[in-house]
């Protein structure tokens, strides 16, 4: 379907509010703590000079010393730029529809929240939007300029896929960012077959997974017999809010949540749940201050 001026409007609105309001966030609460609480690339071949006493023995450099007859080392420096790539889930349970609005605010605000954050910090940020595809690459740039591409590209894409095929874009991301750098994962990961990537993503990246969760993901509701759709597959249930049904409800998610954070763990990546009842902003400081 194509946009109107006014929906094109209204995306612009949307896109200054998010900058304006990470913009005061940033300032007001992350002071500084973006860059000391992710692991960088760590360290960058700098320069040779010539040997000096106390100079570990370990850096001399046997090419430039045999050539000159005299002893060279090497000399490194750390790598101040960082990397920052964000996997962005906008699959059909994480799009926006009735009642279900503030699922996606939230992966938004999180995600202007990260960009602007690298942004400010002069590093490098890209993204990758996916379903059950990858629906849209942003390549890894730097500036405000580029932020707000990002930004305004998640409030406009339109997914051809339904479904969510995260192992797929781990994998993507995996072999496509040439240097080590930070993979952030926006998604509900209410999916299967994605961990065996997700070790491999973190053995070169540091790797951090935040499930976006909705009150539906912790507590079904008392109501009647009520006809559910999967947004993702489009199957429809019959579901009960009787109290049977909403003690298994609960006991299914709270076995999931579990099983999530376990595996997460086990592969070295760091996890991070945001419901949408919170303040985004918030959940990122204490995780930044936790992790340091």
Not at 48 to 76: C, H, P, Q
Not at 121 to 130: C, E, I, L, Q, S
Not at 227 to 241: C, F, K, M
Request: net charge positive; with cysteine.
């Amino acid at each position: 379907m194509a946009r109107t001026d006014s929906d094109y409007a209204r995306l612009i609105q949307r896109v200054r509010r998010l900058e304006l309001t990470s913009n005061r966030l940033i300032d007001n609460l992350f002071s500084g703590q973006y860059r000391s609480v992710f692991r960088g690339p760590g360290i960058e071949f700098d320069e040779v000079r010539e040997y000096s006493d106390g100079d570990d023995a370990r850096l001399i450099d046997w090419n430039v010393t045999s050539r000159m007859d005299r002893a060279f080392s090497k000399t490194y420096r750390e790598e101040r730029e960082m990397l920052l790539f964000l996997l962005v889930d906008v699959s059909g349970s994480l799009r926006p529809f009735e009642g279900m609005e503030s699922r996606f605010d939230t992966e938004a605000t999180l995600l202007a929240l990260l960009t602007f954050a690298a942004v400010r910090n002069n590093d490098r940020v890209g993204a990758a939007f996916f379903s059950d595809r990858i629906e849209h690459w942003v390549p890894p740039l730097k500036g405000k300029k580029h932020g707000l591409r990002i930004i305004q590209d998640l409030l406009s894409v339109q997914p051809q896929g339904r479904g969510s095929d995260l192992s797929l874009a781990l994998r993507t991301v995996g072999e496509s960012l040439p240097r080590r750098g930070i993979c952030v994962v926006l998604s509900d990961f209410k999916t299967s077959n994605y961990y065996q990537e997700l070790r491999l993503l973190a053995r070169r990246h540091d790797t951090v997974a935040i499930r976006i969760v909705d009150s539906l993901d912790v507590e079904f509701p008392k109501s009647g017999i009520l006809q559910l759709e999967d947004p993702e597959s489009g199957r429809e249930i019959l579901a009960s809010g009787s109290k049977a049904y909403r003690n298994d409800y609960r006991y299914f998610w709270q076995i999931h949540r579990k099983q999530w954070l376990r595996e997460c763990s086990r592969r070295g990546v760091s996890a991070l749940e945001v419901r949408t009842d919170e303040d985004p902003a918030r959940r990122l400081i204490h995780f930044f201050r936790r992790r340091r």
